[in-house]
């Protein structure tokens, strides 16, 4: 069982940065794949950006060179750097664990936070 708490999120202009942080309980935290998805009103959820227990990343197409996602797996923290922020990015923020053992896979999710960009 793994519990996720995020921080960071708030108002902020567009063109502006924010950081997101996801605080994860549990003492296998290095081996769960994070992500941070988002969802915007009347929207689905999307994945926004992923890091494996490896370090490998990706980011969605409207993200990439804008956003940068990292983890410490000495403090159980995972983060997203969110650079030239745009009104498209207006959403709430999910942290996401996901734990996958052959073809089964079990995820967590935290609470949110809510990112506005706005002028």
Known sequence: ?????????GLVHPGGSLRLSCAASGSL????AMNW???????QRELVAGI???GSTNYADSVK???TISRDNAKNMVYLQMNSLKPEDTAVYYCNARF????????????G??????S
Not at 37 to 43: E, V
Not at 100 to 111: E, H, I, L
Request: glycine share 14%.
């Open 113 to 118: 936070t809510q990112v506005t960009v706005s």
């Open 52 to 54: 494996t227990n490896s």
């Open 37 to 43: 998805y988002r969802q915007a009103p009347g929207k």
């Open 65 to 67: 060179g804008r956003f």
């Open 1 to 9: 069982q793994v519990q996720l708490v995020e921080s960071g999120g």
């Open 100 to 111: 996958t053992w052959g073809t089964a896979s079990s995820d967590y999710w935290g609470q």
């Open 29 to 32: 935290f290095s081996l769960y």
